[in-house]
């Protein structure tokens, strides 16, 4: 009985001890991460929450000419002009048509603004760095260089920082 109360013991102070250390000292596998959900063409995507700025309806497209294809148009925001970037065109260049995207998510990556067309809003998520897998073979190829990581329910995180740095990718500077 004594040695059962023993071992008892050390489990509960190791617990303990486990228990007592710092919130820096958890793992990458621990740390949880805010994103942003939408959604485009029945596709779920986040975006880390500490990269967006804003998200509005979009009014008021105004269509620039000699532009990407996968640049809409510029939109206004509190006096502002910001690229409006379609994914849909960006991923699949071949892409017909205009989807029904009436939101814009404002983000800033790589020291630049602009804004992605999304269809619909899901909300803020928090989930745990580690839970995200890499791009399955599966994937669309056109889009795995551009996500940090797939969820096991298929929720999309893109890496913004990759999306500016893309060739062919432009937008206007803050």
Do not use: C, W
């Not at 190791?14 to 959900?37: F, N, S, W």
């Not at 620039?64 to 065109?89: D, E, K, N, Y």
Request: hydrophobic letters at 45%.
């Amino acid at each position: 009985m004594t040695e059962r109360l023993h071992i008892d013991r050390e489990i509960l102070e190791r617990r303990a001890l486990e228990l007592a250390k710092p919130l820096g000292a958890l793992d990458q596998a621990d740390e949880r991460v805010a994103l942003l959900e939408f959604s485009l063409l029945g596709t779920s995507y986040a975006v880390p929450l500490e990269k967006v700025e804003a998200v509005s309806r979009i009014g008021e497209i105004f269509s620039i000419p000699l532009t990407p294809r996968h640049i809409s148009g510029i939109i206004r925001r509190r006096g502002h002009s910001v690229a409006l970037v379609s994914l849909r065109h960006f991923f699949a260049t071949n892409a017909e048509g205009i989807a029904d995207a009436d939101f814009a998510v404002y983000v800033i990556a790589g020291e630049k603004l602009f804004a992605i067309q999304v269809e619909e809003i899901q909300g803020v998520i928090h989930m745990a760095k580690g839970s995200l897998l890499p791009p399955p073979d599966n994937f669309d190829p056109a889009q795995s260089p551009f996500m940090v990581g797939v969820t096991i329910d298929g929720l999309a995180v893109i890496d913004l920082e990759a999306l500016v740095e893309a060739e062919g990718f432009s937008t206007s500077n803050r």
